[in-house]
């Protein structure tokens, strides 16, 4: 059985940081492209970011682009979110996914077919 399990949401403050990490077996992470999203309670879900498992290309939602980084850290076994200058617009429940769709602008923000997903962490932007 697949699984992703993700880690790290907290509060933080305007203008903080935090690093989400997803953790799954290496032949996941080493196979799948991996996705970051976020949905806060009453709206749509988002695409954030995501990752290939081959080449390591990334794409980004415009809203995090420059913001945040996603990258893959093969000895934790982990894919993990990097966010700075976190806004109160950023506050949602972050969750990632595991597809073999290659990862790309359309991938990271309007693909919904992954294959497995996570329970979320959630992370608050908060003053």
């Known amino acids: 059985q697949v699984q992703l399990v993700e880690s790290g949401g907290d509060l933080v403050q305007p203008g903080g940081s935090l690093r989400l990490s997803c953790a799954a077996s290496r032949q996941i992470l080493g196979d799948y492209t991996i996705g970051w999203f976020r949905q806060e309670e009453g709206e749509a879900r988002e695409g954030v970011a995501c990752i290939s498992p081959s080449d390591g290309t990334t794409s980004y939602a415009d809203s995090v682009k420059g913001r945040f980084t996603i990258s893959r850290d093969n000895a934790k076994s982990t894919v993990d979110l990097q966010m700075n200058s976190l806004k109160p617009e950023d506050t949602a429940l972050y969750y990632c996914?595991?597809?073999?769709?290659?990862?790309?602008?359309?991938?990271?923000?309007?693909?919904?077919?992954?294959?497995?997903w996570g329970q979320g962490t959630q992370v608050t932007v908060s003053s």
């Open positions: 996914a595991a597809g073999t769709r290659s990862c790309s602008v359309e991938v990271a923000t309007k693909y919904w077919g992954y294959d497995y």
